[in-house]
C-alpha cells in the first residue's frame, strides 16, 4: 500500500511538472538572474565615481586594495551624472539617492567636509565608534583656518599650538613632512 502511494505520488508531481500548474503564469522556462527585477550591483571599478565623500564606508570584502562605497546622499541630478547605479536613500520618497558603485584602490579619496586640523594629522586620538570621533594633537606653527579652539602648548619655545576641536570620521592621511616645522 505505501508503495503504491508513493508511486502515485510521484507520478502526479511529474504529470504536474509536465503541464504546468494553474498557478504557473509562464509559459516556457526562465532563468532568472539577480539583476532581474533586483537592485543591480555595480562591479568594483578602478575609477572613483565621486570627486568627495564623507560617508565612505570600507566594504568587508578580503581583496588588496580594499573595496570603497560612498553613502553620502546626493540629489537626484548629481547622483545620476556621476555614478553607474543609484539607490533611494532611506526617508521619505521622493528624497536623496546613495551612489552604489564600489571603488577598488588603496585610498578612497577626500572627504568633502575639511577636518579643523588641516590636510593632515600625524598624531591622531579616536573613539572606536563608527564612525570615530577623532581629534589632532599635533603641535603646529600656526592652526588651520577651520580650527576653532585653537590652544597654545605651555612652555613651548618656539611657541606651538594644538588644534581642540573635534571631528566626526576617520582623520585624515598622515602627514608626510614634519608637522612641527
Known amino acids: 500500500m505505501t508503495t503504491s502511494t508513493l508511486l502515485f505520488l510521484l507520478l502526479a508531481g511529474l504529470t504536474a511538472a509536465a503541464l504546468g500548474t494553474a498557478d504557473d503564469d509562464t509559459t516556457t522556462n526562465t532563468i532568472r538572474l539577480p539583476t532581474d527585477g533586483g537592485s543591480a550591483q555595480q562591479a568594483p571599478t578602478k575609477k572613483k565615481p ?107 619655545k618656539p611657541p606651538r599650538y594644538v588644534c581642540q576641536d573635534q571631528f566626526t570620521g576617520q582623520p585624515g592621511p598622515k602627514c608626510k613632512h614634519s608637522c612641527e616645522n
Do not use: H, M
Open 50 to 156: 565621486w570627486k568627495c565623500c564623507d560617508n565612505i564606508e570600507r566594504l568587508p570584502t578580503k581583496t588588496n586594495p580594499p573595496q570603497w562605497r560612498c553613502n553620502d546622499e546626493l540629489e537626484p541630478s548629481k547622483c545620476v551624472a556621476q555614478c553607474e547605479v543609484c539607490q533611494e536613500a532611506p526617508g521619505p520618497f521622493p528624497g536623496p539617492l546613495i551612489c552604489s558603485d564600489v571603488y577598488w584602490g588603496a585610498d578612497p579619496g577626500p572627504f568633502c567636509t575639511p577636518r579643523p586640523w588641516g590636510d593632515c594629522c600625524t598624531n591622531t586620538t579616536c573613539t572606536r565608534s563608527i564612525p570615530p570621533i577623532c581629534r589632532c594633537n599635533d603641535k603646529v606653527k600656526k592652526c588651520a583656518a577651520a580650527c576653532k579652539d585653537c590652544k597654545r602648548v605651555k612652555s613651548s
